[in-house]
């Protein structure tokens, strides 16, 4: 079964092609609209909605070509229809609709999260998957904590209360600290050049759920730290030591508390390096991480867990619709 991934949902547009009986990546393209958004500092989204048109078709056609293959040899269509921007959502939706009517093909629609959920198993086949798993999506706009049990049951254990981790680099290295956008790359590199001592944050306190998160503190930290006149290299190296160090305090408590012994991270600040380090050296816990080409957007990922999907569920009607918001990010 060849399956093909869409993914749009905020400013990346993702085209993944996918082999689901041999488990392969036949191809993967990702056309980034970080040039777009820069000099706003973060993401329009009515640019983001008009560059995934603009692209879309091209980057389809290229797909299929580098792999020599024909349209009608796409045997499933799978796209992203939840949580993003409505508009740049709709603009993969349609296409994937369009596709699917032409083609005579089934349509599979996809949750994004759960799509980074299991990026870290690309090219595994389903017994391979080691059920159950604790996943963590830390990216742009979550840092959610799953309890994944099999395809298509997930509970949502802990999350943060209000900003991402992602959210906070970006809010921190580009608008503070001036770095570039987005700033969570740019905090990253300047930390792993880094060799000198950092200046302490504090720990938030959560009410009710201890293992839930905050993250909106360490930005306020780092504005008086910035005001108090701290070096930004200093304060950009800090601020990723203290929030992954955070972070993965947390990961322990949740891994001791249900008793799991995989771990599965995703979601493009699962690309940091620090994070990758702290991760690893875990002990009591096989841990599973997205090959960095996986780690933010893409649609490969929507491929490979909507290849499970349809053969669990079957396939979409073509009225299928778009969410802004998914039910994956709130409490049941
Ligand atoms: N090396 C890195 N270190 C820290 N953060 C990083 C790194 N690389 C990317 N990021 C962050 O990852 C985020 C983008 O990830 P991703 O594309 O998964 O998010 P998104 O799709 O915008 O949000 P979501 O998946 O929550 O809808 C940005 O916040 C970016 O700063
Ligand atoms: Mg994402």
Do not use: W
Request: with cysteine; charged share 20%; net charge positive.
């Amino acid at each position: 079964m060849i399956v093909l991934g869409i993914e749009t949902s905020c400013d990346d547009t993702g085209i993944g092609i996918y082999d689901f009986k041999k488990h392969k990546v036949l191809s993967h393209i990702v056309s980034s609209q970080h040039e777009i958004h820069k000099k706003f500092l973060g993401v329009v989204p009515e640019y983001a909605a008009r560059a995934h048109l603009e692209v879309i078709d091209v980057l389809f056609d290229y797909a299929l070509k580098e792999v020599n293959l024909k349209p009608k040899d796409i045997d499933l269509i799978c796209v992203t229809n939840r949580p993003g921007l409505i508009g740049s959502l709709f603009v993969g939706l349609m296409f994937s609709k369009g596709l699917s009517l032409a083609l005579e093909r089934p349509l599979k629609a996809v949750d994004h999260l759960e799509a980074h959920i299991f990026s870290p198993f690309i090219g595994f086949k389903k017994e391979d998957i080691p059920f159950p798993f604790l996943s963590i999506v830390v990216s742009g706009g979550h840092t959610h904590f799953y309890l994944v049990e099999d395809i298509g049951k997930y509970t949502l254990v802990a999350k943060t209360l209000d900003d991402a981790l992602g959210e906070a680099f970006d809010k921190v290295g580009s608008h503070i600290l001036n770095l570039g956008f987005p700033g969570g790359p740019y905090i990253d590199k300047i930390f792993q050049s880094y060799k000198g001592e950092y200046v302490s944050f504090t720990y938030p306190k959560v009410k009710k759920n201890p293992f839930n998160l905050s993250f909106s503190g360490f930005k306020t930290q780092a504005i008086k730290y910035y005001n108090q006149g701290i070096d930004k290299i200093k304060l950009a190296a800090s601020l990723q030591k203290c929030t992954v160090d955070y972070l993965v305090s947390k990961i322990e408590k949740i891994l001791k508390h249900y008793k799991i012994n995989a771990l599965a991270i995703s979601g493009g600040v699962s690309a940091n390096s620090y994070f990758r380090k702290k991760i690893l050296s875990l002990k009591n816990v096989k841990v599973y991480l997205p090959n960095l080409k996986y780690t933010a957007d893409n649609g490969v990922m929507v491929a490979y867990i909507g290849g499970f999907l349809f053969e669990k569920y079957g396939e979409d009607p073509i009225d299928v619709n778009a969410y802004s918001y998914s039910p994956l990010q709130q409490f049941n």
